[in-house]
Structure formats: C-alpha cells, structure tokens
C-alpha cells in the first residue's frame, strides 16, 4: 500500500515541477532554529530557506540539511498575501522522493501559526523535496529539486553564498502582527499626472429639500437637529403648528384636502356606474378618475405627516443635514425650505486645472484624489465614476474647472471638503512602479526594501520619476520581477536601524 501511495505521490511531483511557483531560490541562514529533535550539530547545519507565492499566498519554508537518519523539522509559514495575516487551517505535508522511493509527512498547525512536520530519511543521496499545501479544497504541489541528504555533518558542502551582513531581518511573527504586504514589481501603463486641488461636493441628486407645507411656528423634534447631524429615511425633524394662526396653517389645510378628497371620490363612484351605463363618455369619466387621483395623493401627504393639528416633517432620505433654515419657534409659509440633507451615495470631484496645462483638458479621463478628512487615496473608476464637464473658461481661481461624478457609502467623504487630486491622462507609458507606501526617504535620497526571502528584506535606493498619488514611477534600482514592501515600510526600516535584529527562533 506505501508503495503505491508513494508511486502516485511522485507522478504528482513530477507533474508539478513542470508548472514550478515562481520562488526567490533557496537562502542560508546561519543563526538556526531552537528544535529539541536532532539539535546536536545545530551550530554547524545552516538553515535552508525557500519562498514562493501561489494563490495570493506567500509560503516560507524552513528546514536544515537533511542527514542520515536523523529527524529533520519543516517549519512551513503561509501568509495571505491580500491581509499580511497568517493563513489558518491548511492541510499541509511534506514528502522527500529518491528515485521510486520516498516518505512523507502531515505537518501540524502550532501555537506561532506555523505548519511543522519532520522527516527521517534512510539513505544518502540527492532526491526531490515536495510540499503539498491545500487551501479551501484548492491544492497546490510544489518541489524543491537537488535537495541532498548527507552521511553526517562532516559531508556537507557550504556552497552556499555567504549571508549578506546588511540584510535585513524581520520575522513572520512582527510582520504578521503589523499586516506587512508586498507588492511585485511589474511594467505597467502609468499615467502622465498633473498634481492640483479640488474639492467635494455633493452631486445634484444627492441633495432633499425638507418643505413645509403649511403656515405655522416650527419646532425642532429635539436639540440635537444640527448642521451636520446624521439622519435616516422616515425620522421625524420638525413640527410646524399652525392651528389658530389664519387661513394657511396645517390644520385648515388638512380639513381642506380632506373635503376635497372625499367630493372627489363620491363623484369618482357615481361618475363610473354612469360610465357603465354609457351615460357619460370615456372621456369625461378619464377627467373625473384624474381629479379623484390626484385628490387622494394629496390627502394621503397630508395625513402622513399630520397629527393633532400640527404637521410633521420628516427625513426622506438617509443623509446628513447639510443647511439648517430655520430656528426653533420660527414662522415658516407654506412651500418654505427649513433644511437641506445630504446623501452619501452620489458626490462630485472638482478639480482645477491650471491654466498652463489646458492643452491635456482633452486628455484627462480619471482622476486620484485624497480628501482632507483622510489619508487614503481614492480612484474615480474604482467608484464607479467618470469625468462629466470640462470647463471651457477660467474661473476667479485662474483656472479651469474640472467635474468628476462617484458613488460612495464611506463617511470620510464629507460634502466641501477640499482634496489634493492628481489628474490622470490618458497618455501613459509602460514603467515599472511602486506603491506610493513604498517609498522610504533618507537625507534626500529615496529607497525600498526588497524581499529576498519569506523574513529577509534588502534596503535599496532608487532613482523615483512620477508620482500618480498611488503609485510612483521607478526610473532606476529594481527590475521586474522583485517584491518590495508596500505596507509596513516604515517597521522594516525601524528594523534595519536597530543594532540588535529582532530574534528569529522557533521553539517546538
């Protein structure tokens, strides 16, 4: 039955090393890991380490040179590369194959979210390391060729490049504690920008009058009714009294709708059976069925928000109370406005344009912009929104206005506030680029850290060109392909300024 089991268990491998996970090739690590099993030449047998990614996961694995004999730990990390968090509940094993021969083992999950398993091999020689990894019933088989197993310690050959004594250290535990992403560096279309301001507005549909359709003195329903406060569709705001005050408060109004309504729909009732009877045309019957319509709609406003005499008026929409018109026992008429309310969902970029880059007005099709009230940069598209006016004049400003539409439920978008925009035209060129996040500077000069393996990064400088607000255009200093960090820079960096890198142990 192993026999079988382990002929299948190769032609998988086989079967895989055609399709390899893209990886960063094994690194060295001469600090070692604490393991009670097989720790006798721990000083001497240097840690192996290989990463890869494979299904928008990273996964880092560890071990030392394999003897004879002698039981090996596989420590195995897998970060989801989307959170920086550690990915719990992977069916993991590792198998080593020599020839038709091979054994393998199930890791298990520990208390420092990693996956362990050992090998113990029973021969010498050069064979294929495979690390089978299954994820939501998604598997994926990776191997590690020309992966020896030595006699004892005394046969190894330390071929292996010397650690590089500036890189940098930082350990899956620190980097999935803080959420630490990467970004792969690729050349992609970046966009000419040209950086200006704007602001926020809300867009012509986002904006509900609340009206008073009566005469009469207004109450506010509490002492909270601020500018700015937040409403929802159906709450009451206002109360406007109007009993006793002339002909055009809430109640003479009320009684009138409701007279109306009430002739309307007895002539409505005899005006039909009339009809059926052919007494009365088609077309007079039409013209009594639209008073009587009519009629009805406008009692039922009423009765809505009528009670006791007084009118009530309420939010139509959920919103945020934009202008405040009136003020508590103020006197309003029929058809006044006593507040405005906001809706979150449609909204409105302005932007200007200076006057010296009115030849690109054409050309701009999208836009990045940053709020004032935060940190986070926003893309028009990815809002569903799109460029609606291109101004044709200066405006008082010496510039020329630009007009984008979005939708958006996010509370941090508040109505005339200013933003910083970067204007996108649609003359871009391939680059290489990198999240603006990235970027780290130094006494003028401008780096990122490279990931060279699953806890290893590299300080690199580089040549910078633009800047789009979320991205920046590298000129020089990486190639396609590398991984730098792009959330969690600012720790990296902490890191390789501290004189004592943070540990890198694993008890088990």
């Known amino acids: 039955m192993f026999k079988k089991i382990m002929i299948l268990l190769v032609a998988v491998a086989l079967m895989a090393s055609c399709n390899q996970s893209k990886n960063t090739g094994h ?63 992977a069916d993991v094993f590792v198998a080593y194959t020599m020839g038709t021969k091979g054994i393998k083992n199930s890791a298990k999950f520990d208390s420092n979210n990693q996956y362990v398993a050992t090998l113990k091999p029973s021969q010498t020689g050069q064979g294929k390391l495979i690390v089978s990894i299954s994820i939501n019933g998604v598997t994926n088989v990776h191997s590690i060729l020309n992966v020896e197993v030595f006699n004892d310690v005394h046969d190894i050959i330390h071929d292996h490049e010397a650690e590089n004594s500036q890189d940098i250290k930082f350990s899956k535990k620190d980097s999935w504690k803080i959420g630490l992403l990467t970004h792969q560096v690729q050349k992609s279309e970046f966009m000419s920008v040209i950086r200006t301001s704007g602001e926020i507005l809300p867009g012509q549909t986002s904006v509900a009058q609340i009206t008073s359709n009566s005469a009469g003195i207004v109450n506010l329903s509490s002492s909270n009714v601020l500018e700015g406060m937040s409403v929802k569709s159906g709450q009451l705001l206002f109360t406007v009294k109007g009993k006793g005050m002339g002909d055009d408060n809430s109640d003479v109004r009320y009684q009138s709708a409701k007279i109306e309504y009430e002739n309307a729909k007895a002539n409505y009732i005899r005006v039909s059976e009339l009809n059926k009877e052919k007494i009365v045309s088609d077309k007079e019957f039409e013209q009594v069925k639209g008073d009587f319509l009519k009629a009805e709609s406008k009692f039922n406003t009423f009765s809505q928000n009528y009670s006791g005499g007084n009118q009530q008026l309420i939010a139509k929409v959920n919103g945020t109370i934009k202008r405040l018109l009136v003020k508590d026992g103020d006197y309003v008429n029929a058809g006044q406005v006593v507040a405005t309310v906001i809706t979150r969902g449609d909204l409105l970029l302005k932007a200007y344009l200076p006057q010296s880059e009115f030849h690109h007005l054409n050309e701009i099709q999208d836009a990045n912009f940053r709020p004032a009230t935060c940190k986070t940069i926003h893309n028009i598209l990815q809002l569903n929104g799109k460029i609606i006016s291109r101004g044709k004049s200066v405006n008082e400003g010496y510039s020329i206005p630009l007009y ?95 004189s004592a890198m943070p540990a890198h142990a694993h008890q088990h």
């Open 27 to 89: 690194s060295h690590d001469h600090g070692g890991h604490e393991h009670t099993d097989g720790d006798e030449h721990a000083e001497e047998n240097h840690t192996i380490s290989e990463t890869y990614w494979v299904n928008n996961n990273e996964v880092f694995v560890e071990y030392t040179h394999m003897l004879l004999n002698e039981v090996t730990p596989f420590i195995i990390s897998i970060t989801d590369t989307k959170t920086g968090k550690p990915v719990i509940g």
């Open 404 to 498: 984008f539409s979005f939708q958006t439920d996010d509370d941090h978008f508040v109505a005339n506030s200013f933003a910083e925009v970067y204007l996108l035209t649609n003359s871009g060129q391939e680059v290489l680029s990198v999240p603006v996040e990235s970027i780290t500077e130094e006494q003028g000069f401008m780096f990122v850290f490279v990931q060279k393996s699953g806890d290893t990064y590299e300080k690199r400088e580089v040549v910078i060109g633009k800047n789009n607000g979320k991205m920046v255009e590298v000129i020089s200093g990486l190639s396609a392909g590398e991984r730098v960090v792009s959330t969690g820079a600012y720790r990296v960096r902490l890191a390789s300024k501290s």
